[in-house]
């Protein structure tokens, strides 16, 4: 494929036309975007509120296939690291023991406290730093030194509570490509909040549909129409129904996407009722009161925010067609030990579920059209003003990629 064909995407929203469809179905386009983005993008693995103590850590499964693990050192520090035993490859956090049943399953993220990380296999030890500590009768063999050893660490950043890493050793830093974004949830405090057990998808649709459909807004009064209540403004066109919706211009080289809209209610919460069932957020100005903000630090974290808490979600393609949807809720602490917490916050998952019922059989659909000899190649719409960004963001990973 051509990169001069995705030049008509990447162009203002006026004129800008969706993706060429062989980038939601090819396998050989997958390949190529695999290098071209996630080898070297800031990857979101979770959320530093989810091994607070030294010693915590969670298993993530990075595009590709490649097993780390996210793990708080002694010091405090958060190190991101490959699971891969160095010895002869077996996952030093996977189980030792599976029933037979089970042998070919992939076995699902881990996560605990430990003090080092032991191989299963053959008792290989690391630290939490990934240093190899320990490696059992290996004592004969000339010019062995544990010192020489450690598990493959991977670039890490920490940006509000959200942990990201890199496999490219060199990549620039990630947190001045998001300033515009730092900015604009600085008083939401979302790295003092604290983080929901993880609900885990597989999905059969391409990553990007999934982006797309989480940041643009032409649908939100459309397909959720009776969900959704941006507020339209002033704006007397009802037509315009996008207009409460606020956005950055995209910069070259800038690290997120993101945008706000204003809501028809102060404090609205995610629940069914609209009504904000847990206290606002203490250090919200007023206008930010009546705020949903939206932001994707692609390619893999979308992070909404509301008054009360914020949802996000991680992004892993799995295949051209196909991936994981890792989603989870972080709220203020005072909030999370609140006495009803548990029954009220059932009540906003059900909200968020609200959408993702007709959201995710949209995706679903979208893939399906997409592999037709009729897929389009469409115009955007004023909605979709975050899809000619994301594709701007994207065209600059496939060019940088092209030119290496
Ligand atoms: S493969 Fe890990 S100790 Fe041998
Ligand atoms: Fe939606």
Redesign the pocket.
């Given at each position: 494929m051509p990169l001069a064909e995705f030049e008509a995407s990447a162009a203002g929203v006026d004129r800008a036309v969706t993706l060429p469809p062989g980038a939601y179905t090819r396998t050989d386009f997958h390949e190529f975007e695999l290098a071209a983005v996630f080898e070297r993008s800031w990857l979101c693995v979770g959320r530093a509120d989810e091994i607070p103590e030294p010693g915590d850590y969670f298993t993530a499964t990075l595009p590709g296939g490649e097993k780390v693990i996210a793990v708080r050192d002694r010091g405090g520090g958060i190190n991101v690291m490959s699971s891969v035993?160095?010895?002869?490859?077996?996952c030093?956090t996977a189980p030792a023991k599976q029933a037979r049943e089970s042998w070919l399953d992939e076995p699902g993220e881990q996560r605990g406290s430990v003090r080092t990380f032991r191989?299963?296999?053959?008792?290989?030890t690391y630290g939490l730093d990934g240093r190899l500590l320990g490696?059992p009768d290996m004592d004969h063999r000339p010019g062995f030194d544990k010192g020489d050893i450690r598990l493959p660490a991977l670039a890490s950043e920490t940006w509000n509570g959200f942990i990201f890493a890199n496999f490219d050793p060199g990549a620039e830093p990630l947190a001045p490509r998001l300033a515009k974004a730092t900015e604009l949830l600085a008083n939401y405090r979302l790295n003092e909040m604290v983080s929901t057990p993880r609900d885990v998808l597989d999905l059969p649709f391409n990553w990007k549909i999934m982006v797309e459909n989480f940041m643009e807004g032409y649908h939100n009064d459309r397909l959720h129409q009776d969900l959704y209540d941006l507020d339209r403004g002033d704006d007397p066109d009802t037509e315009n129904l996008t207009a409460g919706h606020m956005s950055f211009e995209y910069e070259p080289g800038s690290g997120v996407i993101a945008g706000w809209g204003r809501t028809a209610c102060r404090d609205r919460g995610l629940n069914p009722t609209q009504r904000g069932l847990f206290p606002p957020i203490a250090t919200l100005t007023d206008e930010e009161r009546w705020h949903m903000c939206y932001v994707c630090v692609p390619p893999s974290l979308l992070l909404g925010v509301s008054t009360d808490s914020a949802f996000w979600f991680v992004v892993t393609p799995t295949g051209p067609e196909t991936l994981t949807l890792s989603m989870s809720f972080t709220f203020p602490r005072s909030t999370a030990e609140m006495r009803l917490f548990d029954q009220l916050f059932r009540q906003h998952v059900d909200g968020v579920n609200l959408f993702n019922d007709e959201d995710m059989p949209a995706n679903i659909a979208t893939q399906r059209g997409l592999r037709s000899r009729y897929a389009p190649r469409g115009p955007l719409a004023r909605g979709d003003l975050f899809l000619a960004q994301f594709n701007t963001w994207l065209l600059e990973r496939y060019r940088a990629a092209e030119a290496r």
């Amino acid at each position: 494929m051509p990169l001069a064909e995705f030049e008509a995407s990447a162009a203002g929203v006026d004129r800008a036309v969706t993706l060429p469809p062989g980038a939601y179905t090819r396998t050989d386009f997958h390949e190529f975007e695999l290098a071209a983005v996630f080898e070297r993008s800031w990857l979101c693995v979770g959320r530093a509120d989810e091994i607070p103590e030294p010693g915590d850590y969670f298993t993530a499964t990075l595009p590709g296939g490649e097993k780390v693990i996210a793990v708080r050192d002694r010091g405090g520090g958060i190190n991101v690291m490959s699971s891969v035993c160095q010895h002869r490859g077996m996952c030093v956090t996977a189980p030792a023991k599976q029933a037979r049943e089970s042998w070919l399953d992939e076995p699902g993220e881990q996560r605990g406290s430990v003090r080092t990380f032991r191989c299963p296999y053959h008792w290989w030890t690391y630290g939490l730093d990934g240093r190899l500590l320990g490696a059992p009768d290996m004592d004969h063999r000339p010019g062995f030194d544990k010192g020489d050893i450690r598990l493959p660490a991977l670039a890490s950043e920490t940006w509000n509570g959200f942990i990201f890493a890199n496999f490219d050793p060199g990549a620039e830093p990630l947190a001045p490509r998001l300033a515009k974004a730092t900015e604009l949830l600085a008083n939401y405090r979302l790295n003092e909040m604290v983080s929901t057990p993880r609900d885990v998808l597989d999905l059969p649709f391409n990553w990007k549909i999934m982006v797309e459909n989480f940041m643009e807004g032409y649908h939100n009064d459309r397909l959720h129409q009776d969900l959704y209540d941006l507020d339209r403004g002033d704006d007397p066109d009802t037509e315009n129904l996008t207009a409460g919706h606020m956005s950055f211009e995209y910069e070259p080289g800038s690290g997120v996407i993101a945008g706000w809209g204003r809501t028809a209610c102060r404090d609205r919460g995610l629940n069914p009722t609209q009504r904000g069932l847990f206290p606002p957020i203490a250090t919200l100005t007023d206008e930010e009161r009546w705020h949903m903000c939206y932001v994707c630090v692609p390619p893999s974290l979308l992070l909404g925010v509301s008054t009360d808490s914020a949802f996000w979600f991680v992004v892993t393609p799995t295949g051209p067609e196909t991936l994981t949807l890792s989603m989870s809720f972080t709220f203020p602490r005072s909030t999370a030990e609140m006495r009803l917490f548990d029954q009220l916050f059932r009540q906003h998952v059900d909200g968020v579920n609200l959408f993702n019922d007709e959201d995710m059989p949209a995706n679903i659909a979208t893939q399906r059209g997409l592999r037709s000899r009729y897929a389009p190649r469409g115009p955007l719409a004023r909605g979709d003003l975050f899809l000619a960004q994301f594709n701007t963001w994207l065209l600059e990973r496939y060019r940088a990629a092209e030119a290496r």
